[in-house]
T-cell receptor
Framework: NAGVTQTPKFRVLKTGQSMTLLCAQDMNHEYMYWYRQDPGMGLRLIHYSVGEGTTAKGEVPDGYNVSRLKKQNFLLGLESAAPSQTSVYFC???????????FGQGTRLTVV | AQSVTQLDSQVPVFEEAPVELRCNYSSSVSVYLFWYVQYPNQGLQLLLKYLSGSTLVESINGFEAEFNKSQTSFHLRKPSVHISDTAEYFCAVGGSYIPTFGRGTSLIVHP
């Protein structure tokens, strides 16, 4: 079972560079989420999607964009990376409200 | 609106001792409660959940949690911990379409 797959697993960017993180789920889940995890801060929601073609801002959306062109994929983009975006990024999906969240293995991003 | 408070950021304990990780929540909709575990360099995975029915729920590796509606709590307990239980534990509340997570509690088991 693949579940939720994130690519890449590690990345180092220079300040100002751009990149896209890919999240793919094979469980036909409607809802998908991008979180960032920083020491002492827990998981903070960046953006989320409640279905194909829809996206919405979470708690910390600045500096990020997302797209959900296909139900199984949720892309997170950084247009101009900043050192403050150094973090571990997690994608998650759920079948619906109040159901278990399935997480990817994370992407460790360092911006220098 | 919903929120989760994990009262301890770090809990050190000796192997074979009991442990309790505390979680309090608030929610204006139906409450579904979860505990997730994160081992080093991995994603979060479900440990146990409360959706309805019995207020005491158990995991396959000896953890249990009790839903207490009057105290709005969902504390996680284990009567005897192992070194392998060392991990980050997250309490979460569902009910809306956005799961809300606590800040996590780092359980450190010493030999």
């Amino acid at each position: 079972n693949a579940g939720v797959t994130q690519t890449p697993k590690f990345r180092v960017l220079k300040t100002g560079q751009s990149m896209t993180l890919l999240c793919a789920q094979d469980m036909n889940h409607e809802y998908m989420y991008w979180y960032r995890q920083d020491p002492g801060m827990g998981l903070r929601l960046i953006h989320y999607s409640v279905g194909e073609g829809t996206t919405a801002k979470g708690e910390v959306p600045d500096g990020y964009n997302v797209s959900r062109l296909k139900k199984q994929n949720f892309l997170l983009g950084l247009e101009s990376a900043a050192p403050s975006q150094t973090s571990v990024y997690f994608c998650a999906s759920t079948r619906g409200g109040g159901t278990e969240a399935f997480f990817g293995q994370g992407t460790r991003l360092t911006v220098v | 609106a919903q929120s989760v408070t994990q009262l301890d950021s770090q809990v050190p304990v000796f192997e074979e001792a009991p442990v309790e990780l505390r979680c309090n929540y608030s929610s204006s909709v139906s409450v579904y409660l979860f505990w997730y575990v994160q081992y080093p360099n991995q994603g979060l995975q479900l440990l146990l959940k409360y959706l309805s029915g019995s207020t005491l729920v158990e995991s396959i590796n000896g953890f249990e949690a009790e839903f207490n509606k009057s105290q709005t709590s969902f504390h996680l307990r284990k009567p005897s911990v192992h070194i392998s239980d060392t991990a980050e534990y997250f309490c979460a509340v569902g009910g809306s379409y956005i799961p809300t997570f606590g800040r996590g509690t780092s359980l450190i088991v010493h030999p």
